[in-house]
């Protein structure tokens, strides 16, 4: 049963790679591609992973593979997060197709955040205040 649900899990995660190349090789923009790449690879390598925990019958590598799927869990979105910024802040266009552009107008390019940001930190006590010696 264990190998079953193994090569079951696997056939999921291979699908999913196959999507995410599919993706990366289709989509238009930087955007789209790295939004495909993102999700569909890592739920590929989560599935595959959860197949080693499915098969094999070791605590070290079911723990192992866990952390590991946490840690992608954790990792990825914030990684693809901060590619785009980076990708919007120097001007990589968006594709012609892309009805909405939430950033146009609110983007800082001086201080590389949201226009307004600064004083939305003071007003919520985020920022760092100035010290004053006694």
């Given at each position: 049963m264990r190998e079953v649900l193994?090569?079951?899990?696997?056939l999921i995660g291979a699908a999913f790679m196959?999507?995410?190349?599919?993706?990366?090789?289709?989509l238009p923009d930087l955007y789209l591609r790295m939004s495909a790449s993102t999700k569909s690879s890592t739920l590929g390598v989560i599935f595959i992973l959860l197949a080693a925990v499915a098969f094999f019958d070791d605590l070290s590598i079911s723990s192992r593979a866990i952390a590991t799927i946490i840690f992608l869990l954790l990792t990825a979105p914030v990684a693809a997060h901060r590619i785009g910024r980076a990708a919007y802040f120097n001007g990589v266009p968006l594709w012609e197709g892309t009805r909405y552009n939430d950033l146009r107008g609110k983007y800082n390019q001086k201080t590389h955040g949201l226009a307004g940001e600064k004083d939305a930190k003071f007003e919520s006590g985020l920022a760092d205040t100035p010290k004053i010696a006694p």
């Open positions: 193994g090569l079951l899990c696997i196959l999507i995410s190349a599919i993706g990366v090789v289709r």
